[in-house]
Antibody
Framework: QVQLQESGPGLVKPSETLSLTCTVS????????WSWIRQPPGKGLEWIGY???????KYNPSLKSRVTISVDTSKNQFSLKLISVIAADTAVYYC??????????????WGQGTLVTVSS | SYELTQPPSVSVSPGQTARITCSAD??????ASWYQQKPGQAPVLVIY???ERPSGIPERFSGSSSGTTVTLTISGVQAEDEADYYC???????????FGGGTKLTVL
């Protein structure tokens, strides 16, 4: 059974960088695609981006200029960095495993989520 | 930008059938998935590739596709099915992932 666990600061100041890590257990980051998804309080889900262990990435065009997703196969982790954060970046951030198909993707395993608040 | 459209809310009585729709221009070329999310919990995959059900998901959950609309059907709705449901797909190029706005299912 694959398990994912997000970790990182719960409070980030405006204009600073949000950094989160997702630790994968019960599976290898080298075997799949991995993604970050966020959910502002009381709102819907927003895809941030995904990465393959080789380093190939795709990002949501609305966030692309501020986002970097990376993978560390030695630690079986992948990470999210979001620069120049604003209050609208306040959200629960989820990491998830991506299952690609010829015609689309789905997310079969999710972390429990971590709330990140952007505030001074 | 590419969007998936869901009704904001659906209400049904216990034992009845709930149908939640999701529509967009690219759906005929990209698979859709559905997620159930209960308050304070992470989303759970209930349908993928339009009609496939993951192991452990009750048989009362089913998916269908017709043209530019996909539908999540919950037959014999139970109180525990009350949750938010999100559809998810990709743009027509298959590059970018997108979620629908979510539908709140209320069991009366």
């Amino acid at each position: 059974q694959v398990q994912l666990q997000e970790s990182g600061p719960g409070l980030v100041k405006p204009s600073e960088t949000l950094s989160l890590t997702c630790t994968v257990s019960g599976g290898s980051v080298s075997d799949n695609y991995w993604s970050w998804i966020r959910q502002p309080p009381g709102k819907g889900l927003e895809w941030i981006g995904y990465i393959y262990y080789s380093g190939n990435t795709k990002y949501n065009p609305s966030l692309k200029s501020r986002v970097t997703i990376s993978v560390d196969t030695s630690k079986n982790q992948f990470s999210l960095k979001l620069i120049s954060v604003i209050a609208a970046d306040t959200a629960v951030y989820y990491c998830a495993r991506v299952v690609p198909a010829v015609l689309g993707y789905h997310f079969d395993y999710w972390g429990q989520g971590t709330l990140v608040t952007v505030s001074s | 930008s590419y969007e998936l459209t869901q009704p904001p809310s659906v209400s049904v009585s216990p034992g009845q059938t709930a149908r939640i729709t999701c529509s967009a221009d690219a759906l005929p070329r990209q698979y859709a998935s559905w997620y159930q999310q209960k308050p304070g919990q992470a989303p759970v995959l209930v349908i993928y590739k339009d009609t496939e059900r993951p192991s452990g998901i009750p048989e009362r959950f089913s998916g269908s596709s017709s043209g530019t609309t996909v539908t999540l059907t919950i037959s014999g709705v139970q109180a525990e099915d009350e949750a938010d449901y999100y559809c998810q797909s990709a743009d027509s190029s298959g590059t970018y992932v997108v979620f629908g706005g979510g539908t709140k299912l209320t069991v009366l």
